[in-house]
């Protein structure tokens, strides 16, 4: 299955759940994401089976992510306050998702960097919107889904592997952060060639033919 094609299938899923919860103010919803996240590093740290409703907890911030957008949008109740609530929701969450990753081993320098990397990529791709680039510029491998993705994956590891990934022995924490870190520098990368050269069909002088 191509990954347009999961989009659109996750798409379906989330205005299928957005059904039952039309009443609920998209705001509340992103709150819930939040709570959802810092739950996730509390459940991780209390180790054992509790990792498998970190996990739970981990889906359930990505549900919530896109529930607010899907319930705004159906209710006629998106706004420009929400869209920032919403988007200073997601850098939070991501914060709890690298705090997860501290967590379960990784070292303070890596988890330092992850955070660093993944607020400037979105810090670059505001910016140069703010500066007239239309859309997102680029959609790169460090999007939103592959930083949930990355906690899951180390969450789901230290479950099934307490004794730290196979091959190598490092704590799951740890692997994590360094494979979030490098998809980061590539993602990174990839927006600010993509904002490079918005910049530069910006800055081309336009002829009038008329």
Known sequence: ??????????????????RPVLGVPPDVLTGCGVLSAVAAVWLTALGGPARWLAL????????????????????????????????????????????????????????????????????????AQAAGMRGAGAITVAERPTRLVVAAV?????????????????????????????LSLIGLAHLSVAVARAAGRSDQPRHDLG
Do not use: K, N, Q
Request: aromatic share 6%.
């Open 1 to 18: 299955m191509s990954g347009s094609a999961l989009a659109v299938g996750w798409l379906r899923a989330i205005h299928l759940l957005a």
């Open 56 to 127: 739970a907890a981990i889906v359930a911030t990505g549900v919530f992510d896109g529930l607010d957008g899907a319930v705004a949008l159906r209710t006629g109740r998106a706004r420009p306050l929400g869209a920032v609530l919403d988007a200073a929701a997601d850098r939070l969450t991501e914060l709890c998702f690298v705090a997860v990753l501290l967590v379960l081993g990784a070292p303070l320098g890596w988890c330092a960097a992850l955070a660093v990397l993944l607020l400037l990529h979105e810090y670059v791709r505001a910016r």
């Open 154 to 182: 180390a969450v789901t590891g230290s479950a099934l592997a307490p004794g730290g990934t196979p091959g190598t022995g490092w704590p799951w924490g740890t692997t994590c952060a360094v494979l979030g870190t490098g």
